[in-house]
């Protein structure tokens, strides 16, 4: 098994910055990739960001591309996600996930944290 912990949501203007970080522990040497989800009050889940563990290959949803960047400390076995020019759409509980297969394909994501909200205010 996989835990994950996030850690670093909060109450933000528009326009802000943060940042949210999400450590790993357990079985992470089966980990292929890890990513950041994102969900909103009546909204689907959204696959916002992932990066491949072994190679550091990025993916970006349109909606985040530009303002938001994935990163990663192997060393601490953690996954950064960095948020700029933050806007009210953003707010939404956001969860960090890890997966066993290919970094592109949500369904692989089969580890989850229990998410940090994010609230952004105009």
């Known amino acids: 098994q996989v835990q994950l912990v996030e850690s670093g949501g909060g109450l933000v203007q528009s326009g802000d910055s943060l940042r949210l970080s999400c450590s790993a522990s357990?079985?992470?040497?089966?980990?292929?990739?890890m990513g950041w989800f994102r969900q909103a009050p009546g909204k689907e889940r959204e696959f916002l960001t992932a990066i491949s563990w072994s190679d550091g290959r990025t993916f970006y949803a349109d909606s985040v591309k530009g303002r938001f960047t994935i990163s990663r400390d192997n060393a601490k076995n953690t996954v950064y996600l960095q948020m700029h020019s933050l806007k009210p759409e953003d707010t939404a509980v956001y969860r960090c996930a890890a997966s066993r297969g290919n970094y592109l394909v949500a369904t692989n994501y089969g580890y989850w944290g229990r998410g940090t909200q994010v609230t952004v205010s105009s």
């Open positions: 357990g079985r992470t040497f089966s980990v292929s990739a």
